[in-house]
């Protein structure tokens, strides 16, 4: 048995265990798997074009931070951020764990789990509006302004999206359209979730570290 | 105590709570196979250090401005 599962997919394990092994939906369930990881692939490009053009704007400027009307703009609270992105990675966790409960069909778990993901998602994004309405500058208030808002602002709408997708996510499970072996929705909703939280990890080093 | 100290304090414990977690499920999708199962290991391989970088940060050994 070990030798038979040895060149097996993850999915593919699963499908054994529950008896269902369907070769149709194995096969769109890869394509669609590689269409949705091409697209986190663009998102990818996105906030790379983004950091980017961070990443260019500081190396240029003359000081960082900049200064605005002859005083230097403070940093950004590294401290309050770094518990925010606890928050988030937390959240990541909470999500993985969803998909691993939905795999041994503890529906109760999963839907623990799930609840807590959206929460932290949602406490995130507190934690962002919180920030963003404290930190002390503008949008328009020099490069690291507008770069600060722009890059976070892109972030928190995908974490929105994301708390969003999930929610769907939850209600289509509890109405039945997926099973213990084809849950593909839940799986790119995990992979979404965890991109969510590397980007972060990116922003976190650009703004609050560098 | 100052609300920057809570601070602190409440992102190193979660950074190591959060980080043990995801390594452990990194260590345990290890020999998962398959696009999602590589991805996913990538995702949290990241997410991981992530939390290597709030712990630091908590500490005040990265971030730390004059």
Redesign the interface.
Known sequence: MATAVG??????IVAQRYNDVDPVYGETR?IR??GF?LF?FSDCILFSSFIFSYVFLRLQAPAWPPFLNGHQLP?FD??????N???L??S??TM?FALENWKHLNKAKFNGWLIATIVLGLGFLGGQAHEWTTVGINWTDTTMGSSFFTLTGLHGFHVFIGVCYLTILGIQANRGVYTGSKYFGL?AG??YW??V??I??AL??LF??W | MTEVAIERGVALVGAILVGITATVQLKNDWAARGLDATVTKVLLGLMAFGCILALLAAVNVLGARA
């Open positions: 060149h097996l997919s993850d999915h593919e890869d798997l590689v990881v986190l940093w590294t401290s309050f951020a770094a518990v992105s606890i928050v990675f937390g990541g966790v993985h799986t995990t992979l965890h991109f939280d590397v972060w990890v976190f080093f609050y570290i």
